[in-house]
């Protein structure tokens, strides 16, 4: 990394548990071995995908994005957990494994609506490093 270090866009991908199962059994086809956890009973997901900003656009238009910084990371929440504070926390324990510096553009939270991922930026009440994307789709 360069000592500004790389840019970095969070999505925080929220499905229902039906969605989740689809997701988990595509990864496990995809990648034999690959551990993706089962949801508990009365839990919700969000999945957290490390991205260069440039790569929303091709996110939102489901198509895969090559180079993710790392493997999407599961999170699993009550019901009662707000999915800003979820994301915000995945966000966080990424963060705390990395050693070196990254510069952040505001997270975005990605909801499945009708087959389609909608885009809605999450910026947690923070000041980030990089500016919000301007990608095509994703609402304030």
Request: without cysteine; positive net charge.
């Amino acid at each position: 990394m360069r000592d500004e270090g790389d840019p970095v866009q969070f999505i925080g991908q929220v499905y229902t548990s039906a969605s989740y199962a689809q997701w988990r059994s595509a990864q496990l086809k995809r990648m034999p071995g690959a551990f993706v956890p089962p949801l508990p009973a009365g839990r919700w997901p969000l999945v957290l995908w490390t991205m260069r900003p440039a790569d929303v656009l091709t996110f939102a238009r489901g198509k895969a994005v090559r180079g993710l910084y790392v493997a999407p990371q599961v999170g699993m929440f009550e019901s009662e957990v707000d999915r800003e504070i979820a994301l915000a926390a995945l966000i966080g324990a990424y963060l705390a494994d990395l050693s070196d510096p990254v510069q952040i553009a505001p997270p975005i939270l990605a909801v499945t609506v009708r087959g389609r991922a909608q885009l809605r930026l999450a910026p947690l009440e923070r000041t980030w490093t990089l500016p919000a994307t301007e990608a095509v789709g994703v609402r304030s």
